[in-house]
């Protein structure tokens, strides 16, 4: 199998499981196992600051739910979503629509999206997707994104970060420890999760993402928010 194969085969299953498993991701988001509600406030933060017609790039965007609450009475003057399940966009169709401004709903793999392209947008923001895409594939979703945002545009992406020095199974071994966290969860459900998680996820560590953005293009990194048990970040990159 080719590296470009084994990359759509793991987008595709991506896509499946979370078609498959979009109500345990639900429950997860619910329950804020994941820190949902203190990531977006963050990002809200940041949208506070935009000009008045702001683009909002909404990359994998799922049921946006969580994306219009940061935008909700902000001057927004654009949204642009895209996602491999249809469900979830479905469910965005219904949670954007009160949005001020125009928006669209993109089906498909942002990593062939962002090669084509050519819109120009303020904010793009990435919501734990990121991380299922190898470091090199990364860094090319990034410099298609800080072509989109241009030089006073600003990437954001709240992801799966490894602490300095900490090997990926480090980072699944504290993932791990999380089980007993869950506790709305049967069984069954953290199986499927955490199955997810082993076989999909591939966290950096801080200094990994400097360099992303840097070999992106961005001159300027920063931490705004770190998850409750230090598995997820959040950071800007701005050129
Ligand atoms: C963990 S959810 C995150 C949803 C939302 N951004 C959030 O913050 O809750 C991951 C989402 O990424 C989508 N996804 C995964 N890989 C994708 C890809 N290559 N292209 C588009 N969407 C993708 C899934 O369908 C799912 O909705």
Known sequence: MTAATKIEVAANSSARLFQDMWGIYRKVVDYNYLNHREAYAALREVLRHQRPGFTFLDIACGDASFSAAALAGLPAGRYIGIDLSQPALDDAAANIAALPCPSELRHGNFVEWLSACEASVDVAWIGLSLHHLPFERKL????????????????????????????????????????????????????????????????????????????????????????????????????
């Open 140 to 239: 090319e979703a990034m410099q298609h994104l800080r072509r989109l945002v241009g030089p006073s545009g600003t990437l954001l992406v709240y992801e799966n970060t490894r602490r300095t020095s900490e090997s990926r199974a480090g980072w699944m071994k504290r993932w791990d420890r999380q089980r007993k966290h869950f506790s709305a969860f049967s069984g069954l459900e953290w199986l499927l999760l955490t199955t997810h998680v082993h076989s999909m996820d591939y966290p950096e560590t801080a200094s990994d993402w400097q360099e992303l953005g840097h070999q992106a293009g961005f001159a300027r990194m920063r931490e705004h928010y770190r998850s409750t048990f230090d598995l997820f970040r959040l950071f800007s990159f701005s050129a």
